[in-house]
C-alpha cells in the first residue's frame, strides 16, 4: 500500500469539502475524533484484560521509596547556633584580640 503524502492529503481534503461544505465539515472532525478516542480506550482495555491474564496481576503501579532515619533528631538549642562575643572572666588581665585580615597588595 503507497504511502499517503502531502500533496494527496490536499486533494482529499479538498473533495470531503466540496462533498460535505464548510458548515458539516467540523462536525465529521468531531466525530471522528471521538470515534478515534473511543477505540484507543477501548484497545487499552483489551490489552490490559489480557496482561492480566497472561501474568495473572493487574497494570503495575511505580515502586515507592521509604527512607528511614537511623538517628532520632535531636533539637538545637539557638545558643549553639548563634555566635556570641568573647567577654572575659571577670578579674583576668586578658585583653581582647582582633582579628584583622590583611590586604593583599595590588599587583597592576
Not at 34 to 39: C, Q
Not at 48 to 72: F, M, R, Y
Amino acid at each position: 500500500m503507497p504511502n499517503i503524502g502531502p500533496a494527496e492529503l490536499i486533494v482529499i481534503l479538498l473533495v470531503a469539502l466540496v462533498v460535505f461544505g464548510p458548515r458539516k465539515l467540523p462536525e465529521l472532525g468531531k466525530s471522528l475524533g471521538a470515534g478515534l478516542r473511543e477505540f484507543r480506550k477501548s484497545t487499552q482495555s483489551l490489552k490490559d484484560e489480557l496482561d492480566v491474564g497472561v501474568n495473572g496481576k493487574g497494570p503495575q503501579a511505580a515502586p515507592t521509596q521509604t527512607i528511614h532515619a537511623s538517628v532520632p533528631a535531636q533539637p538545637v538549642s539557638a545558643a549553639a547556633v548563634t555566635p556570641q562575643a568573647a567577654v572575659p572572666a571577670p578579674g583576668s588581665t586578658a585583653e581582647p584580640v582582633t582579628l584583622e585580615k590583611e590586604k593583599e597588595p595590588v599587583q597592576g
